[in-house]
Every structure is written in C-alpha cells, then in structure tokens.
C-alpha cells in the first residue's frame, strides 16, 4: 500500500480573507507576533499496491486539475509511507 | 428557440433560469448533469446553486459531470452558454472563461439587489442591451470574488470582455470590479449576479434581468 499526500495552497497573490481571519482570532487568543497565516487543504490518498511512475503521473495531472485549480492554487505532492 | 438549463446535484436557481427562459418567449429544455447529451438544444444556461455542496472548490465537481463533455465541446464550437453565479465557476473551472471566483474579500455571504453597468453587447447574451446601460438584479454569493492574473484583467478589457461592472460599491472584492465577463468569440458569458431573479414585478426587484434572455433568443432566431 502507498499513501501520497497533496498539499494545496492559494498562491502567494492571492488574497486569502480565511487566513487573515484566522490571524486575527489568533492575535485576539493571546499569541503575539504573527505576521501572517495561510490556509490550505491537505489531501491524503491511501492507493492499494505499489505507487509506480505511471500513477504516480496520474495523481500528479488530478492534482493538477482536480484537486487544485492552477489558476488560483499550488500544490506540492510527498510520498509517505504507509 | 430551445434553451437547456442543466441541473447538478445541489443546483439551486435551475428553475427561475428556465422560468426566465419561458418568460423572455423561449422554450425550457431542463438537462440533467449525468446525462451526457445536450438534446439538441440551440444555448444552455448553466444555474446558480452550490453544485456538489461546493466541495473542494466552488464548480470544480460540476466540471467533470457528464454533461460537460459534449458542453464545453459545443461552447468551444460556439453555442451560446450562460453561467450565472455557481454557473461562473463551473465555466471557470472548465477553462471556457479564464480567472476564478475565490471567496469574498470580507469573508460574509452577501444577498442585495445589485446595480451594474452593461459594459459589453456585443455577446450573444446582451445585445438587447445598450452600452454603458445601468441595470438591478439580484446578487448573492460567498464566493464571488473575480480573481486573474494583471495580463488576464488586461486582455479581458482591452478586448472588450468584461461584460458588466459593479456600480456603487463593490460587493466581493472583484478584480476591477468585474461582475460578468465573455470568451473571446461572446457565445459564453459568465455571470456572478442573477439576472434570471429579475425577469418580472412579482417577484424580482426589476425586470431587468430580462434582456440576457430575450438576447439569446432574439440571436437564435435572427440566426435561423
């Protein structure tokens, strides 16, 4: 079993009002200092068998198309181990 | 003059866009998402709602349906396509429309009657339209925000693409205040305030929401 994680993140130009208003209710919870905060997703794909190159392919176009929108989004792919 | 209105899982506005079709002097041909066939029809209205709950991204599950297959085809080959509010990001998700719609700046849903001006007529969408006319129609949206690239906004204005413009106060953040803009050839339009909630005094704040309807169908049998 293989299990591959994709992160997706707004890109940085992007104005992202849900983590700005996450840095505020973490300034008014006491923690100081915080200059910025950016919310993402986090995608975990549990995927029976080997993970070879052509799946691996394959998950990287869905990341790409599905899983992100490349116009507003990017997305980092990990293999983690199961 | 047969409009197809298509319905997703979650679709909300399907029939006041057919109904708005039906008023304006057409015929309703309602579409179903896992059907991929679009009967014949002469344009397609793709409605407001939260298609698949608005998981993952606001239109990014409707883009794969069945029914998009043979549409973004037949939007490629020039059929007339409206997409009003979730049906803007359903188009912008399927490439028919560049940019995206990202969530409002303020981070509030926001429901008001809208004042924008008519920018652009040469689409198949609003010719019934004057330039620079002002009209109201309903908005309501939480993830209406206009975002693309400065190139994109650039080309979109210089080409005449940006179909209508928020007036007064803009109500989600838009990239230059854009509320609806067109493909290069203006047989797609997409949409964020909801001109099909305005076709008649009963119900809607105006009716002038109308003229988007009686532009299609006014084309379509000029075209015949």
Redesign the interface.
């Known amino acids: 079993m293989a299990r591959v994680v994709v992160d997706v993140m707004?890109k940085p130009?992007?104005?992202d009002?849900?983590g700005k208003?996450v840095e505020g209710a973490l300034g008014r919870l006491g923690l100081t200092g915080v200059s910025a905060v950016r919310q993402g997703k986090t995608f975990t794909l549990e995927l029976d068998g080997d993970l070879d190159e052509a799946r691996l392919a394959q998950v990287h176009e869905l990341a790409g198309s599905?899983?992100s929108?490349p116009?507003?989004e990017d997305y980092v792919i990990r293999e983690t181990s199961a | 003059m047969r409009i197809g209105v298509v319905t997703f899982p979650g679709s909300l506005d399907d029939q006041d866009a057919a109904r708005a079709v039906r008023i304006a002097g057409g015929e309703a041909v309602a579409l179903w998402h896992g059907d991929a066939d679009l009967h014949g029809v002469d344009a397609v209205v793709l409605p407001g709602g939260f298609s698949y709950g608005d998981y993952?991204?606001c239109g990014?599950?409707a883009r794969?349906a069945p029914v998009m297959g043979p549409l973004v085809d037949a939007a490629n080959g020039g059929l007339p396509v409206l997409g009003i509010c979730n049906g803007f990001q359903v188009l912008?998700?399927s490439h028919l429309l560049?940019?995206?719609l990202?969530?409002?700046?303020?981070?509030h849903f926001i429901c008001r009657d809208q004042k924008l001006r008519i920018e652009s007529t040469d689409t198949a969408w609003t010719s019934s339209y004057e330039v620079g006319q002002e009209i109201v129609v309903p908005l309501k949206n939480g993830e209406g925000?206009y975002?693309?690239?400065e190139k994109t906004l650039d080309l979109l204005e210089g080409q005449g693409r940006v179909v209508a413009r928020y007036l007064d106060l803009n109500p989600n953040?838009s990239r230059r205040d854009i509320a609806g803009i067109s493909n290069a050839r203006g047989n797609v339009v997409g949409l964020m305030p909801h001109p099909e909630h305005a076709v008649e005094a009963l119900t809607g704040p105006t009716t002038d929401g109308l003229g988007f309807f009686t532009s299609i169908l006014k084309g379509l049998v000029e075209a015949s």
């Open positions: 707004l130009e992007i104005l009002p849900q208003a599905l899983l929108n116009v507003i | 993952l991204r990014a599950i794969f912008c998700e560049p940019g995206a990202v969530r409002n700046d303020h981070l925000g975002v693309a690239d953040g």
